[in-house]
DNA sequence: AGCTCGGGATCAGTATCGCTGATCTCTATT
DNA sequence: AATAGAGATCAGCGATACTGATCCCGAGCT
């Protein structure tokens, strides 16, 4: 360590609220709607910054006078990405204490995604719940594993579901369940003859994709490329059931992960297949959470919890089960 | 965004300074101690802690009382955590605006490991002076990669060469170079009549192996699991030249990256031969910064020149000449 | 042009805060 | 018992971080 005690002195002066009032000006482009938000007066903020300004030696805002907006200058806007950093630390650190005050009560916020929420939530929350009834679980859904993970990273969330199946530094996890990929295919559908699908026979075939940006989607799309077939998208969407759907009524294939797919509703009813044994993909469904902040007993419960219904749901199962009576149809 | 302006204001009063004289107890484990370190008498650091105890509003310091020394609570514990990264991090932000105000003079802080040093780094080092004369580089050595890796998290390096070959958030990173690994022999070693090595034929064989907490070493390790044999490691050594002379020597053989290879140090002869085909081992060499922190031209730069001599050493020669001519001996 | 208005800077004044230095208290040691 | 070392406490002062009033500036309106 190049030490971090002899140069740690240097940021003279600089404190946490203004960089509070940095953030407010960025937020808000201006003095006077900066400071009704920090509830300090105009004057107040004006002074903070020019301190703050002072402390760094460098200007930080952009005044243009008149009616016109305040911006952050190139050095304000290298200030500020570390100031939302050190002030979500803060808030994280606050509600790391309130944690440990509150023991077995408090709240536990849980990031999650949909084919997670699915599946292995509802009966995690259910068994989380009959042993911790005083901690309020606050649930957040994100679109995309990676935001959540992003969420954990800035404090705003105790635990998370990920699917990207690495936990790289400053984050720690435990790994749920490894979850393949199957095909879901109209019920009719001359390819569902088969015990499995080869992504060979997909050229020119119609596919309903995920989004663009979905991790999920990535891997079925480099999947494809590789087995050198070109299918047509002809339809993308976000929800899970939404695709199923889709593919039910015979408007074509989707390539998804098993727990995303909702075998028992009735007018969704889809044949599921396996990939072909050379072909196969899954990815892994884990919980992370943050290795600097408070693991609590009940974030260490839930984490439990969630493993241990994680192995409930068996998945040497079901992989098995569908591929056998492969068409699974209400 | 559940809004962090709302919850901003929860840490109230808690400020910088606090922050500082609670990680100069954890560090001195003395109030008198770490006033010093600070620069203020014992009753003013006495003062910051009980204010700052008052606003998280729990005790953080253990004052067992006497001549016996402090400790911090849990809560001291969980709350030192976040200081350290939040000071950690306004050190990173001056660094950054003394970078950003000193433009194309200052310094770059660079971390290297003992392969990237030896073959990637002179020569970056050399051109990289050239073009940018009144940038000071420091370098820093570490043994492990992804020690190196969090230094940059940390804010205490600008710019890491790395071999884990993952750029997470926070950081970014550029691919230099994927670096095959290969066999060391002694010159007259029976194994090196072959034109390539087949991990099959390693069992019983003596090997000169790295640490065991070593990434590089893990790779093997795991690659020779594979291959299902077990040949014995009779000495570790932490560096690579004292591997090779240990092999040069002829007591046991080494598995090692190309660039770890001193082709040209007289008492160290030693054969090098790639792996067999389907038992191709590599690493990728990369270079790291963090994503929040100002990238100055120099940094920028600093890659540049990287890439470029990457690009120069010419990975695709090497190992075709080395198995050609495959005794490389001065 | 001149006027007006919104928004930031400035300034005086004050209440607070944060530091120092001296003193007090406590406990382990002798 | 006396001592020494370490933290708490307290008075006092100097710095500082607010408020509120005022000034200043530029854009847009008439």
Redesign the interface.
Known sequence: ??D??T?????LG????HL?AL??IA?TSSFSQAAV???YAQSAVSQQIATLERA???KLVERPGGPRPVSLT??GE??L??????????????A??DA??AGDAGALRVGTFQSASARLLPPTLSRFRDNWPRITVEL?NERRSADL??LV?AG?LDLAFTDTG?F???LKGAELIVDPYVVMLPPNDPLAEADELDLGRLDGVRMISGSADDTCEARVFSAIERAGVRPQTIFRSDDNLTTQRLVASGMGIAIVPLLAVELFVPDAAVTVLPLAPNQRLSRSIGIVWHE???HSRAAEAFVETAIDVAGGIGLPHIPVITSRQRSVLV
């Open positions: 360590m190049t971090s005690i140069n740690r002195d240097l940021p600089v404190e946490v609220r509070a953030e407010a937020l938000l920090l509830g760094v030696g460098h190139s050095a290298v200030l990405r570390h100031a939302t950093h050190i002030t979500a630390r803060l808030g994280a650190a606050k790391d204490l440990l005050a957040r993970e992003e990273r705003q690495l790289a530094a400053p600097d902040r408070y």
